[in-house]
């Protein structure tokens, strides 16, 4: 019984010696890596410095009274109903108007307007009789100084009602407009309006020490509205402060930003990207791809369905792409998606 269940063994145990050298089928111990490449080329690349601000209307005028009357709101002639806030205005355009009879009265406006009128004929009669040898000159220099009195006196009093009167100092927008009831009395002092012009707008940023030098006047810079990052506008530096803040050691830069389309707004928080420096013609990659390998920049190329890993030194650099000084040449095909997994040698496959 023994001798037999040991031959039943020994035979299996050479059954199975017998399918060991069998051939087994091919297996690809490594199999090809799927990768999307790109072509190196020569492109531009322009570097940034980052800031953000507060844009502000070049033109802006807040009116004050400055004579108190009675509110009269005026009517916009382009919509036939009153002004309104967002309403364009012209310039000299009256919007509000305050009546005082009392103060008008006191001016006198018309009566000095008369005078200047009967004052200003005299004097170029009494031109026409000294010419004539009619009069002296000490009398002609009386008609002259009761003329120029007269001006003065007419021309003081049309000031005078000018107070009386918010009138737009620009073509621009009605920005704000205080409510007032109708025949309110608004004491001088008072806001009545608010007028803009933001076609062209400023902001002040401030910006890192380690930058000054390398931000000028006549730099131009992209500013973007964070709700609206689509809609990136053209600003220029006209100013540059050469001093740091003491406690921040920030310095203070001005730009202005052509505002034709009215995209942006007055009051809106920006982002605002100094351009410091840019190059016509580089090598230049997506930033993304690039791996640090201890300190060492790296990414992969693809020859011969290979993965060939390369050591870059890189130059100018900004949010979304690096300018390649070497470790890479113009054509190449360099690796973009996929590379998190390869090694150097590793093989890969090309898909699109």
């Known amino acids: 019984m023994h001798t037999r269940f040991r031959f039943i063994i020994l035979w299996c145990c050479l059954l199975a010696l017998a399918g060991c050298t069998d051939e087994g089928p091919d297996i690809d111990v490594e199999s090809s890596i799927p990768v999307r490449v790109e072509t190196v080329e020569l492109k531009p690349i322009k570097e940034y410095t980052f800031a953000t601000g507060t844009l502000s209307a070049v ?11 009675f509110y009269r709101l005026q009517t916009n002639p382009r919509t036939g109903r009153p002004f309104a806030m967002g309403d364009q205005v012209r310039t000299g ?31 170029e009669q009494q031109k026409n009789i000294y010419e004539k040898g009619g009069i002296t000159l000490r009398e002609l220099t009386d008609a002259e100084r009761t003329f120029i009195d007269a001006r003065y006196a007419y021309d003081n009093a049309k000031l005078q009602l000018a107070k009386l009167a918010a ?14 009831g109708p025949n309110e009395l608004v004491e001088a002092g008072q806001i009545i309006a608010q007028f803009m012009n933001y076609a062209r707008l400023y902001a002040e940023v401030a910006l890192p020490g380690k930058e000054m030098g390398r931000v000028e006047r006549g730099q131009e810079a ?80 693809v020859d011969k369905g290979i993965a060939i890993e390369r050591r870059l030194e890189t130059g100018l650099s900004n949010r979304t792409e690096v300018e390649v000084l070497s470790g890479l040449d113009e054509k190449e095909r360099l690796v973009v998606e996929g590379y998190e997994t390869l090694r150097h040698r590793s093989k890969v496959k090309i898909v699109q």
């Open 59 to 69: 033109d802006e005028y807040l009116y004050k009274a400055e004579q108190s009357g």
């Open 93 to 123: 355009e009256t919007v509000v108007r305050l009546s005082d009879p009392e103060f008008e009265y006191s001016v006198a406006c018309d009566s000095k307007k008369l005078n200047y009128e009967i004052s200003q004929r005299e004097f």
């Open 167 to 180: 009138t737009a100092p620009f073509d621009g927008i009605l920005v704000d407009l205080p409510f007032h």
């Open 222 to 301: 992209l500013i973007s509205n964070y709700t609206q990052p689509e809609d990136t506008l053209t600003g220029v530096i006209t100013q540059v402060s050469p001093a740091l803040d003491p406690t921040s050691r920030m310095f203070k830069a001005t730009l202005e930003i052509a505002n034709d389309s009215f995209l942006l707004k007055p009051g809106m928080f920006v982002k605002v990207d100094i351009i410091v420096e840019q190059k016509d013609s580089a090598l230049v990659i997506p930033k993304d791809i690039i791996i640090d390998r201890r300190g060492a920049k790296t990414v992969f190329i």
